[in-house]
C-alpha cells in the first residue's frame, strides 16, 4: 500500500512552547490531507482538511489559530500546534488522499505522540 | 450527514477461529467502505476496502462483504493469528471530492492463543 510517513514520532514539550509535525506522502501526491487527532480507546476525530495551495479547513470546535497547517506541496503537510498545553497532548494522525480517477483512497500516517508538562 | 455503527466494540476469538465484525450506514448514497486496522501506538493501516459496485472482496484471510439494501458491510478474517489483535475501523463516504471519511467506534479484537 500506499506509504505515508510523520516525524516525528514523539515530543515531548514543555507549556507554552510551539511544536511542529511533519506528513508526507512518499509515493504518491496528495492534494488533499487531512490532520485527526485520537484520544485514548476513543476513535479519530478529524481536525482539519487540507488542499495544496488553499487554506485548511478546520471542523467545528478547531481553533485554527492553535493549529495551524500548512500544505506546502503535493507530498508535504504541516501541523503546528502554538502555544502547546497540557490539554493538547494527544496522538496526532495525519492522511493522505491518493486520487485515482474517481477511486481514492486514504491512507493514514504512523501518528505523532505530543505530550506537553 | 453519514452516521456509522460498528459493533462489537470488543471481541475475543480462539486463535484459528473466526471473526466478523459489522458495520452499518445511514447514507444510501455513500460508496466506499475501507477497513482500518489499529495497533497500539500506531496509525490507522488499510487493510481492506470495498466499492459499492460489488458486493464482495477477499485478501488471502480478510474479506468484506456489503449489502446496499440493508446498508451495511462486515469484515471477516479467517484463522486468525495473535498478530490480528488490534482495534478495527470501518468506515464509509460518499465518492470523495469534499467529502470525508465517517468511521466507526472501532472493534477491539483479542485472539487469544
Known amino acids: 500500500g500506499a506509504v505515508v510517513s510523520q516525524h516525528p514520532s514523539r515530543v515531548i514539550c514543555k507549556s507554552g512552547t510551539s511544536v511542529k509535525i511533519e506528513c508526507r506522502s512518499l509515493d504518491f501526491q496528495a492534494t488533499t490531507m487531512f490532520w485527526y487527532r485520537q484520544f485514548p480507546k476513543q476513535s479519530l476525530m478529524l481536525m482539519a482538511t487540507?488542499?495544496?495551495?488553499?487554506?485548511?479547513?478546520?471542523e467545528q470546535g478547531v481553533e485554527k489559530d492553535k493549529f495551524l497547517i500548512n500544505h506546502a506541496s503535493l507530498t508535504l503537510s504541516t501541523l503546528t500546534v502554538t502555544s502547546a498545553h497540557p490539554e493538547d497532548s494527544s496522538f496526532y494522525i495525519c492522511?493522505?488522499?491518493?486520487?485515482?480517477?474517481?477511486?481514492?483512497?486514504?491512507?493514514f500516517g504512523p501518528g505523532t505522540r505530543l505530550t506537553v508538562l | 450527514g453519514e452516521n456509522v455503527e460498528q459493533h462489537p466494540s470488543t471481541l475475543s476469538v480462539q486463535e484459528g477461529d473466526s471473526a466478523v465484525i459489522k458495520c452499518t450506514y445511514s447514507d444510501s448514497a455513500s460508496n466506499y467502505f475501507p477497513w482500518y486496522k489499529q495497533e497500539l501506538g500506531k496509525g490507522p493501516q488499510l487493510i481492506i476496502d470495498i466499492r459499492s459496485n460489488v458486493g464482495e472482496k477477499k485478501d488471502q484471510r480478510i474479506a468484506v462483504t456489503l449489502n446496499k439494501t440493508a446498508k451495511h458491510f462486515s469484515l471477516h478474517i479467517t484463522e486468525t493469528q495473535p498478530e490480528d489483535s488490534a482495534v478495527y475501523f470501518c468506515?464509509?463516504?460518499?465518492?470523495?471530492?469534499?467529502?470525508?471519511?465517517?468511521f466507526g467506534t472501532g472493534t477491539r479484537l483479542t485472539i487469544i492463543p
Open positions: 492522511s493522505a488522499r491518493r486520487a485515482s480517477g474517481g477511486q481514492d483512497t486514504q491512507y
Open positions: 468506515a464509509a463516504i460518499l465518492n470523495f471530492g469534499n467529502e470525508k471519511l465517517t
Open positions: 487540507s488542499n495544496e495551495g488553499s487554506k485548511a479547513t478546520y
